[in-house]
């Protein structure tokens, strides 16, 4: 499924910024429109560490 949304509505048309959802954590931040892509590759990778960490855990978990 998707993990990030950007919102561009006339508030952020206006201001010059769009909003980034984290669709999985549901944290929301405005940005300016230049550092859109560095804003998603920012939740996306703390989404892959997130995930990469859950597994070791639960490998910890399994192996005792």
Known sequence: GMKVALVLGA????????????????EQVTVARADVPKKVQEMLASMVSSDITAG??????VAQ
């Open 56 to 61: 070791f855990g639960n490998m910890v978990a």
């Open 11 to 26: 508030d952020e048309v206006v201001s010059a910024q769009v909003a980034v959802k984290d669709l999985v954590s549901g």
